[in-house]
C-alpha cells in the first residue's frame, strides 16, 4: 500500500478523535492533552502526506503491466476525453 494512502487513513482517524473529543463540554486534562497531541500529530502527517504524494508521483503516472490505451485515446474526441478526465480526476501533484 502507498505510504500516501496509509497517512490519509491515519488522517481520517485522527479527524474522528478529534471529532469525538471536541464535542464534549467539559473535557478532562486528559482528554485536551490527546486534543493537542492528535493535532500535532495531524500537522506532522500533512507535510509526511505532501512528500508522500511527491514522491509517489512517478509510480501513479506509470501504467501497469495490463494496461492499454481504450478506443477514446485514438479517436476523433480524444482531446474532449482527456480534457473531461482531467476536469474530474484532478492532479495529485503538489508544488514544493
Given at each position: 500500500m502507498l505510504d500516501s494512502v496509509k497517512i490519509s487513513r491515519r488522517?481520517?482517524?485522527?479527524?474522528?478523535?478529534?471529532a469525538e473529543l471536541v464535542?464534549?463540554?467539559?473535557p478532562s486534562d486528559d482528554e485536551t492533552s490527546s486534543m493537542g497531541d492528535l493535532d500535532k500529530e495531524y500537522r506532522t502527517n500533512e507535510t509526511r502526506f505532501r512528500a508522500a504524494?511527491?514522491?509517489?508521483?512517478?509510480?501513479r503516472g506509470k501504467p501497469g503491466p495490463s494496461w492499454k490505451p481504450g478506443p477514446a485515446a485514438n479517436g476523433p474526441n480524444w482531446r474532449a476525453s482527456s480534457r473531461c478526465d482531467r476536469l474530474r480526476w484532478p492532479s495529485m501533484k503538489v508544488a514544493p
Open positions: 488522517q481520517s482517524e485522527i479527524r474522528q478523535s478529534l464535542n464534549k463540554e467539559t504524494l511527491v514522491s509517489e508521483d512517478d509510480e
